[in-house]
């Protein structure tokens, strides 16, 4: 039987990089089988056409990554899904705007367990 762990981020009017979601979360993934993640620009003050949703991992907890372990980029008005490999102990997301226009986006990750 499988288990299904579910975290919702958002990032509220970013106009940085490398920027922590509005609630920071560093999320186990030990026993992750599959790790899905989807993010969604269609918030109506979203105005960023440019923003990247970066997966930021750990070894240990400790020691994070310094170039993202995955990323993707997002427009305006889109939402999009995308698998990120199990191995990493933890990750943690961070947002760039790289227009520096106004990011309203959100990001749903499901860690799925055995």
Known sequence: MYRRRSYTFTWTNCTTTDAAPDMDTIIDCRNAILIVIQIDSTHPSN?????????????DGETWDTIPYAERNIGDNEVKTF?????????RLRGDSND????????RVHIIED
Not at 101 to 106: D, R, S, V
């Open 83 to 91: 698998l990120v490999n199990p191995g990493p102990e933890k990750i």
């Open 100 to 107: 520096g226009k106004a990011g309203y986006i959100t990001a």
């Open 47 to 59: 105005n960023s056409e440019d923003f990247d949703v970066n997966v930021m991992a750990s070894l």
